[in-house]
């Protein structure tokens, strides 16, 4: 199975597994893991402004092959056009569209996210 991380699941499965429950830690042990690049940049911008403490190397996670990289392309941002205004957050109105588009469930514990009619699985 091939699964897409929210940026929170991200941090929670790299700097707080505890938080994560025991089916999405199986499912994220036997699966194609795939980190957007959009949360990359998530993550970075809010470490920049001080919004979060996170020092992992994104680089090393990918090298070392603990995600497979989803880079952001025209189709994704075309799409976030049909999504409805349900959740105005930018990165993740681009997760979703990346997961319709690309067809892979996107892992969330985001309510708000989780309204909108496409795959995912609640973390």
């Given at each position: ?41 998530e993550i970075l911008l809010k470490r920049k402004i001080g919004k ?37 957050d930018p990165f993740d109105r681009m ?29």
């Open positions: 199975m091939r699964v897409l991380l929210d940026t929170q699941i991200l941090i929670w499965a790299i700097d707080r597994p505890t938080k994560l429950n025991s089916r999405i830690k199986e499912i994220l042990n036997q699966s194609e893991v795939y980190l957007s690049t959009i949360s990359i940049y979060l403490d996170f020092t992992e190397k994104f680089e090393d996670l990918i090298r070392d092959e603990v995600f497979i990289p989803l880079d952001l392309n025209y189709k994704h941002s075309l799409a976030t056009y049909d999504l409805p205004l349900i959740h105005r997760l979703i569209a990346q997961s319709i588009v690309e067809k892979i469930p996107l892992i969330t514990s985001d309510k708000m996210i989780q309204q909108y009619d496409f795959k995912f699985i609640s973390g």
